[in-house]
């Protein structure tokens, strides 16, 4: 297992949150995206794009949505990150004022 860098905390709900990059588990032996560990209330992304399924927006926003709410099911968290992960990338990168 690897360590756990911490890139920000934030408050979801009134908690404190952490988030930040680290071994998120595996699923049918698969190294997993992300993870929203609810105990620990940390938000852990998988720190290698290339071992990540999805870009790290759709996975950000995906363990953020699980975080902020949580009677959410994963079909719609997963939907709401792919869609943030199509439409927040090209926002960014444009100069709105240009
Ligand atoms: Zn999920």
Redesign the pocket.
């Known amino acids: 297992m690897s360590g756990f860098k911490k890139i920000c905390t934030t408050t979801i709900n009134g908690k404190r949150w952490i988030v930040g990059y680290g071994y998120t588990g595996k699923t049918n032996g698969k190294i997993n995206d992300g993870l929203?560990d609810y105990e620990k209330r940390r938000i852990i992304l998988q720190r290698r794009e290339n071992g990540r399924k999805s870009t790290i927006i759709d996975v950000a926003v995906?363990?953020l949505m699980?975080a902020f709410l949580v009677c959410l099911n994963?079909d719609a968290?997963?939907d709401f990150g792919e869609l943030c992960g199509r439409v927040l990338p090209k926002l960014l990168a444009v100069d709105a004022d240009k």
Request: net charge negative; aromatic share 0%.
């Open positions: 929203c995906h363990e699980h994963e968290v997963n």
